[in-house]
């Protein structure tokens, strides 16, 4: 076998393995395959934007996905990971529609007209369409590519043409002239929840009108919007405030236009706030969602002052025809001002609805639109509500029970051309719905499209061939989980679940996982348009896929939002920061990924290392006895694990392996994916790296045992034609050690496996883990071999682990941090002699494993020590452990170091004194701040204290 690289090279071995994967159709789903012994496991991807990029979002939402789809397959499920991209009709359609125009093809979309336009999208789709898709991939995304849908598919088309025929049909699909939500950027309408409001700071205006009745009487008025004055067709009084109540009835002078100062009524409506404003309000309800059923309610006039794209019209007269909204709201605070009626303005705060998509400040529009009355919301809601489906964090289900609690019908027609077209036809007064176009001449097609949200709702099941009752459906449907983001828990999850219940009669998916959001330093949501978000392909390229993966997931609570580290954040502008062609990378800046990076190049090393132990190459044939009485397990041909001869660390070791798959199992089971990294790294690099290989350096260095032939006399080796020399019994102890290193980094590559695929199918072929194994069980590919079991109590009693191994190793570690305190007590780092006064027999083999641990160079072991006065010491499990400063500290110098280390400690803990005996302090500050201040003089006595021994023991 050939012998690991000194240096992993993971942007090769990268590409190399996803080919292989591909290759071999590892990620490809077989409805035939599915059984009671191989159950189903499936999940469909959140379709991302066919014209998007990936970005940090994507990188966190994919991740998670592969690390479900990776550990079903080693549980032996028959996995069907579904991608597919959406057709973001408003999003996409504003991207071409900008291009052509930067390119002077159009001032605007009807230069070209519908066609052409739509052939232009199409024509960018082909090109920019699978950047996203290839994004993926280099992720190490586990999709069945082969199953690769797109929501503009002729097939999906039909699927979404039919559910609005079939809702159409029942009723719950209507046409009507309501007030929308209108973006005047894309030129349509949105719903609700494409509208994200944003607190803005702006002017209140107060501007004075006469009551025509009553000449000496006029009333004030404030508002945000002067320059909707002209569409003003009333002035609302609560009935019941006694300011105004008489007024009722009566008339106002409306200001504007100067041209039309019409005379409008004062309607009493109870729908005024006493408290807003002055209590008069302005209604203009061709422009306010809440003045519209004001407007309702008293039959007033609806007078539209606004075009479609925001520029004030004719109806807002001749001074402000013609202008932008807002250069028309600073034309009408002049008019006022000019006729004397402005009365102040002062800044306010409030809050506007933008459109997510465009950007821009929509406006209330009355439209005729298209509109769903949901189906299916009582079993949707009931589902989650008796938790039936599952959702993480399950906060988010009392979200989603209050907003399907107080559902308002949807808006599903979109003002733009590039989206599946309503299949409503009108001839004269005829009106045709159906899948295919009407027969006969004079038919012509509704404008309208449908809301891109119309076609990703129907996502779990028309992916899998509805309205056929495929072998897709039958065996991958209901989908086991689904990864979001809880931002469109409204927009996409809850239409999902309506979907299923309408269509399929149950649940879309078993569990919901809500991701949390990413956001910078400041708490800002990262976004390539903000410049705050640094594009991952870069950091793939700069680190590797499973570097960003495994330090996305270790930062990335259940749920919560994510901070992204960047160092160097304030050091660019927004244009540079993450041009990393002109500031290429540089160590540290990203410690997040940096963890990974490093995680990744231990995992590596300690492969080589254990590859470099011995001549024979490590071949593994048996990773876990399925199903078998107990028996040795072998990891080798040659090598296997002796009972017998195991150390207190080898059983030390396997029990904390042992804890190590029961919690990750656990922590993935209850979707807590930060929590099975952290345990990966707690026991990798800390246990295992830190702690057992160094200590299995006692028998692999050849240190332990030789003098004495310590362990011959109670393994029974020499009875079995074993040597029974000191060589022989320490060679065999080695070969032991080797079958528990082998034993242990078999179990743990699987472990990794879904977080970190590349490196771990690396190194399961590099170690040979894969040999003599079946296809399906680790031969062809890691992804495929068994996830890690603990070893049962049958097992545990095979090889003589008891609870007390652990015990009695853990004894040895704290004497040995014990030991490594006295030294950085004193700042020595070179190898020093120890001396332990044992309060107990201890084998050669364990004291050579304290040398190494302490890095002693000797440590003596003596009962009967006598230290001399004033040398360092401590009292652990094992004994006391003696640190002799003969020679090794310039003894003048370190008391001055530490009698200045004193005045600091001494300084700082009266002052934290003095803070906390001051009563104004104490009784003014939050409990907080004052559990802050005890932890701090607790801190510096406890410093304080062992500064104290340690001049004492310098004598």
Same mark, same amino acid.
């Given at each position: 076998?050939?012998?690991?690289?000194?240096?992993?090279?993971?942007?090769?071995?990268?590409?190399?393995?996803?080919?292989?994967?591909?290759?071999?159709?590892?990620?490809?789903?077989?409805?035939?395959?599915?059984?009671?012994?191989?159950?189903?496991?499936?999940?469909?991807?959140?379709?991302?934007?066919?014209?998007?990029?990936?970005?940090?979002?994507?990188?966190?939402?994919?991740?998670?996905?592969?690390?479900?789809?990776?550990?079903?397959?080693?549980?032996?499920?028959?996995?069907?990971?579904?991608?597919?991209?959406?057709?973001?009709?408003?999003?996409?359609?504003?991207?071409?529609?900008?291009?052509?125009?930067?390119?002077?093809?159009?001032?605007?979309?009807?230069?070209?007209?519908?066609?052409?336009?739509?052939?232009?999208?199409?024509?960018?789709?082909?090109?920019?369409?699978?950047?996203?898709?290839?994004?993926?991939?280099?992720?190490?995304?586990?999709?069945?590519?082969?199953?690769?849908?797109?929501?503009?598919?002729?097939?999906?088309?039909?699927?979404?043409?039919?559910?609005?025929?079939?809702?159409?049909?029942?009723?719950?699909?209507?046409?009507?002239?309501?007030?929308?939500?209108?973006?005047?950027?894309?030129?349509?309408?949105?719903?609700?929840?494409?509208?994200?409001?944003?607190?803005?700071?702006?002017?209140?205006?107060?501007?004075?009108?006469?009551?025509?009745?009553?000449?000496?009487?006029?009333?004030?008025?404030?508002?945000?919007?002067?320059?909707?004055?002209?569409?003003?067709?009333?002035?609302?009084?609560?009935?019941?405030?006694?300011?105004?109540?008489?007024?009722?009835?009566?008339?106002?002078?409306?200001?504007?236009?100067?041209?039309?100062?019409?005379?409008?009524?004062?309607?009493?409506?109870?729908?005024?706030?006493?408290?807003?404003?002055?209590?008069?309000?302005?209604?203009?309800?061709?422009?306010?969602?809440?003045?519209?059923?004001?407007?309702?309610?008293?039959?007033?006039?609806?007078?539209?002052?606004?075009?479609?794209?925001?520029?004030?019209?004719?109806?807002?007269?001749?001074?402000?025809?013609?202008?932008?909204?807002?250069?028309?709201?600073?034309?009408?605070?002049?008019?006022?001002?000019?006729?004397?009626?402005?009365?102040?303005?002062?800044?306010?705060?409030?809050?506007?609805?933008?459109?997510?998509?465009?950007?821009?400040?929509?406006?209330?529009?009355?439209?005729?639109?298209?509109?769903?009355?949901?189906?299916?919301?009582?079993?949707?809601?009931?589902?989650?509500?008796?938790?039936?489906?599952?959702?993480?964090?399950?906060?988010?289900?009392?979200?989603?029970?209050?907003?399907?609690?107080?559902?308002?019908?949807?808006?599903? /027609?979109?003002?733009?051309?590039?989206?599946?077209?309503?299949?409503?036809?009108?001839?004269?007064?005829? *009106?045709?719905?159906?899948?295919?176009?009407?027969?006969?001449?004079?038919?012509?097609?509704?404008?309208? !499209?449908?809301?891109?949200?119309?076609?990703?709702?129907?996502?779990?099941?028309?992916?899998?061939?509805?309205?056929?009752?495929?072998?897709?459906?039958?065996?991958?449907?209901?989908?086991?989980?689904?990864?979001?983001?809880?931002?469109?828990?409204?927009?996409?999850?809850?239409?999902?679940?309506?979907?299923?219940?309408?269509?399929?009669?149950?649940?879309?998916?078993?569990?919901?996982?809500?991701?949390?959001?990413?956001?910078?330093?400041?708490?800002?949501?990262?976004?390539?348009?903000?410049?705050?978000?640094?594009?991952?392909?870069?950091?793939?390229?700069?680190?590797?896929?499973?570097?960003?993966?495994?330090?996305?997931?270790?930062?990335?609570?259940?749920?919560?939002?994510?901070?992204?580290?960047?160092?160097?954040?304030?050091?660019?502008?927004?244009?540079?920061?993450?041009?990393?062609?002109?500031?290429?990378?540089?160590?540290?800046?990203?410690?997040?990924?940096?963890?990974?990076?490093?995680?990744?190049?231990?995992?590596?090393?300690?492969?080589?290392?254990?590859?470099?132990?011995?001549?024979?190459?490590?071949?593994?044939?048996?990773?876990?006895?399925?199903?078998?009485?107990? /028996?040795?397990?072998?990891?080798?041909?040659?090598?296997?694990?002796?009972?017998?001869?195991?150390?207190?660390?080898?059983?030390?070791?396997?029990?904390?392996?042992?804890?190590?798959?029961?919690?990750?199992?656990?922590?993935?089971?209850?979707?807590?994916? /930060?929590?099975?990294?952290?345990?990966?790294?707690?026991?990798?690099?800390?246990?295992?790296?830190?702690?057992?290989?160094?200590?299995?350096?006692?028998?692999?260095?050849?240190?332990?045992?030789?003098?004495?032939?310590?362990?011959?006399?109670?393994?029974?080796?020499?009875?079995?034609? !074993?040597?029974?020399?000191?060589?022989?019994?320490?060679?065999?102890?080695?070969?032991?050690?080797?079958?528990?290193?082998?034993? *242990?980094?078999?179990?743990?590559?699987?472990?990794?496996?879904?977080?970190?695929?590349?490196?771990?199918?690396?190194?399961?072929?590099?170690?040979?883990?894969?040999?003599?194994?079946?296809?399906?069980?680790?031969?062809? /590919?890691?992804?495929?071999?068994?996830?890690?079991?603990?070893?049962?109590?049958?097992?545990?009693?095979?090889?003589?682990?008891?609870?007390?191994?652990?015990?009695?190793?853990?004894?040895?570690?704290?004497?040995?941090?014990?030991?490594?305190?006295?030294?950085?007590?004193?700042?020595?780092?070179?190898? *020093?002699?120890?001396?332990?006064?044992?309060?107990?027999?201890?084998?050669?083999?364990?004291?050579?494993?304290?040398?190494?641990?302490?890095?002693?160079?000797?440590?003596?072991?003596?009962?009967?020590?006598?230290?001399?006065?004033?040398?360092?010491?401590?009292?652990?499990?094992?004994?006391?452990?003696?640190?002799?400063?003969?020679?090794?500290?310039?003894?003048?110098?370190?008391?001055?170091?530490?009698?200045?280390?004193?005045?600091?400690?001494?300084?700082?803990?009266?002052? !934290?004194?003095?803070?906390?005996?001051?009563?104004?302090?104490?009784?003014?500050?939050?409990?907080?701040?004052?559990?802050?201040?005890?932890?701090?003089?607790?801190?510096?006595?406890?410093?304080?204290?062992?500064?104290?021994?340690?001049?004492?023991?310098?004598?």
């Amino acid at each position: 076998m050939p012998e690991l690289p000194k240096t992993y090279t993971p942007s090769e071995a990268e590409e190399r393995w996803y080919q292989r994967w591909l290759d071999d159709k590892c990620f490809e789903a077989d409805p035939a395959r599915v059984s009671e012994k191989r159950p189903a496991y499936s999940i469909v991807i959140p379709p991302p934007n066919v014209t998007g990029i990936l970005t940090l979002g994507h990188v966190l939402n994919n991740t998670i996905q592969d690390i479900l789809c990776r550990r079903a397959r080693m549980l032996g499920k028959e996995v069907l990971w579904l991608p597919g991209t959406d057709h973001a009709g408003i999003a996409t359609q504003n991207v071409v529609e900008k291009t052509l125009k930067k390119q002077g093809v159009i001032k605007h979309r009807d230069d070209l007209g519908r066609e052409k336009l739509v052939e232009k999208i199409w024509e960018w789709k082909d090109k920019h369409g699978g950047i996203i898709i290839q994004q993926l991939k280099k992720l190490g995304a586990s999709c069945d590519w082969s199953r690769e849908r797109f929501t503009f598919d002729e097939d999906y088309n039909r699927c979404v043409m039919q559910v609005f025929v079939d809702l159409y049909k029942k009723g719950h699909i209507y046409r009507g002239k309501r007030m929308v939500n209108w973006c005047p950027s894309s030129l349509t309408a949105l719903s609700d929840e494409e509208v994200e409001m944003k607190q803005q700071n702006g002017f209140m205006y107060h501007f004075k009108v006469q009551v025509v009745e009553e000449p000496d009487t006029w009333l004030t008025i404030a508002t945000t919007r002067p320059e909707t004055i002209p569409g003003d067709t009333a002035v609302a009084v609560n009935p019941n405030d006694e300011r105004y109540k008489h007024l009722i009835g009566k008339h106002i002078r409306r200001p504007l236009p100067l041209e039309n100062q019409a005379a409008i009524p004062i309607v009493g409506d109870e729908h005024v706030d006493f408290e807003f404003g002055t209590g008069v309000l302005k209604v203009t309800p061709a422009h306010d969602k809440a003045d519209f059923e004001i407007g309702q309610r008293h039959n007033l006039e609806i007078i539209d002052v606004l075009h479609p794209n925001a520029v004030l019209n004719d109806l807002a007269g001749v001074d402000l025809a013609g202008l932008d909204r807002f250069e028309g709201r600073k034309k009408a605070v002049e008019l006022l001002k000019e006729m004397e009626a402005l009365i102040k303005e002062e800044p306010h705060q409030n809050n506007v609805g933008y459109s997510e998509r465009a950007g821009v400040p929509i406006e209330p529009r009355l439209s005729e639109q298209w509109f769903l009355k949901y189906p299916s919301v009582q079993a949707s809601q009931d589902v989650v509500a008796q938790g039936e489906m599952k959702f993480y964090p399950d906060r988010w289900a009392k979200v989603y029970d209050h907003w399907m609690g107080g559902l308002q019908d949807w808006c599903i /027609s979109r003002q733009v051309w590039w989206g599946h077209r309503v299949p409503v036809w009108y001839r004269d007064e005829e *009106v045709y719905c159906g899948v295919d176009a009407p027969e006969g001449e004079g038919w012509t097609q509704d404008p309208d !499209v449908l809301d891109t949200w119309f076609s990703s709702w129907l996502w779990p099941f028309a992916t899998m061939g509805w309205p056929n009752k495929t072998d897709d459906l039958k065996a991958f449907y209901p989908t086991t989980d689904l990864v979001t983001g809880p931002d469109i828990i409204f927009f996409w999850v809850a239409r999902m679940i309506m979907a299923g219940y309408e269509y399929m009669g149950e649940m879309p998916f078993k569990n919901v996982y809500f991701t949390g959001i990413i956001r910078d330093k400041n708490g800002a949501k990262m976004s390539k348009s903000l410049g705050n978000s640094p594009d991952p392909i870069a950091l793939i390229n700069g680190y590797s896929a499973d570097a960003l993966r495994f330090g996305m997931m270790r930062s990335t609570p259940l749920g919560q939002d994510m901070i992204f580290e960047d160092r160097e954040f304030d050091k660019y502008g927004k244009e540079k920061r993450y041009d990393f062609e002109a500031n290429p990378l540089s160590p540290g800046r990203f410690p997040q990924i940096e963890l990974g990076r490093n995680f990744c190049t231990k995992l590596w090393n300690a492969a080589r290392f254990r590859q470099m132990q011995s001549g024979v190459e490590a071949t593994p044939s048996s990773l876990d006895p399925v199903n078998e009485a107990p /028996s040795p397990r072998r990891f080798d041909r040659e090598l296997e694990i002796n009972p017998a001869l195991l150390s207190s660390d080898d059983k030390w070791i396997l029990l904390r392996l042992n804890a190590a798959i029961a919690e990750v199992t656990t922590a993935l089971d209850e979707y807590r994916f /930060s929590d099975a990294t952290a345990t990966l790294y707690r026991f990798f690099w800390s246990e295992y790296c830190d702690w057992y290989v160094e200590a299995s350096k006692a028998v692999l260095q050849g240190g332990a045992g030789k003098e004495s032939g310590e362990g011959a006399a109670d393994t029974g080796l020499s009875d079995g034609g !074993v040597a029974s020399t000191a060589e022989g019994v320490a060679s065999t102890r080695r070969e032991n050690t080797l079958a528990v290193i082998d034993f *242990v980094l078999g179990h743990t590559l699987r472990l990794f496996h879904p977080f970190l695929p590349f490196i771990t199918e690396e190194l399961w072929h590099g170690m040979g883990f894969n040999e003599d194994l079946p296809e399906n069980q680790g031969g062809k /590919s890691i992804m495929f071999a068994p996830w890690p079991k603990p070893l049962d109590a049958d097992e545990l009693a095979y090889f003589g682990i008891l609870p007390e191994d652990e015990k009695a190793a853990n004894e040895k570690y704290e004497a040995v941090n014990l030991g490594r305190g006295l030294k950085s007590s004193f700042n020595i780092t070179k190898k *020093v002699r120890f001396v332990l006064k044992p309060n107990q027999e201890l084998p050669a083999h364990e004291i050579e494993v304290l040398r190494i641990l302490l890095n002693a160079e000797p440590l003596d072991v003596d009962a009967n020590y006598a230290a001399p006065k004033g040398t360092p010491s401590a009292l652990t499990p094992l004994g006391t452990i003696y640190l002799p400063l003969d020679g090794l500290i310039d003894v003048d110098a370190e008391r001055a170091r530490i009698t200045k280390e004193l005045d600091k400690t001494n300084a700082e803990l009266q002052k !934290v004194c003095a803070k906390l005996a001051d009563e104004n302090f104490t009784a003014k500050v939050p409990q907080k701040v004052l559990d802050e201040h005890q932890q701090r003089k607790a801190d510096w006595k406890e410093k304080k204290a062992k500064l104290e021994e340690m001049m004492s023991a310098l004598g």
